[in-house]
C-alpha cells in the first residue's frame, strides 16, 4: 500500500512563505512523475506544478514564486512557496505517478490547507 503524506500547510500573511513536504511511502518500484496541485473553494482542482527525473512544469499564475524539488533518496517532493498572495488560498495536495511491482499508478495525498490572509 502507497501512501502520500504531506505536511507544512498554513495561515501566513500576504507575502510570506510556507514550504509544503510529500513524502511517499511503501514499496515504490520507481516514482515518475510528482506534483502539486491546488483546489480552492467553489473551483475545480489545478496543478501547481510537477517535476519528473529531468524536468520541471509550473502554473503561469506561481512562476517565479513557487519551486517544486524532490529528494529522490527519500521518494520527496518540496515546494516552496514564497510572495504568497490571498489567491493562492486553497487545499494543497500532493500526487505521485509511479510503478509498483510493474504497474503503475496515480495516488493522491490527503491535502493541506495553505490560507493567505491580506
Known amino acids: 500500500q502507497v501512501q502520500l503524506v504531506e505536511s507544512g500547510g498554513g495561515l501566513v500573511q500576504t507575502g510570506g512563505s510556507l514550504r509544503l513536504s510529500c513524502a511517499a511511502s511503501?514499496?515504490?518500484?520507481?516514482?515518475?512523475?510528482m506534483g502539486w496541485y491546488r483546489q480552492a473553494p467553489g473551483k475545480q482542482r489545478e496543478l501547481v506544478a510537477t517535476i519528473t527525473s529531468s524536468s520541471t512544469n509550473y502554473a503561469d499564475s506561481v512562476k517565479g514564486r513557487f519551486t517544486i524539488s524532490r529528494d529522490n533518496a527519500k521518494n520527496t517532493v518540496h515546494l516552496q512557496m514564497n510572495s504568497l498572495k490571498p489567491e493562492d488560498t486553497a487545499v494543497y495536495y500532493c500526487?505521485?505517478?509511479?510503478?509498483?511491482?510493474?504497474?503503475?499508478?496515480?495516488?493522491w495525498g490527503q491535502g493541506t490547507q495553505v490560507t493567505v490572509s491580506s
Open positions: 500526487n505521485a505517478d509511479l510503478v509498483v511491482i510493474g504497474n503503475r499508478y496515480n495516488y
Open positions: 511503501g514499496i515504490i518500484f520507481r516514482i515518475n512523475t
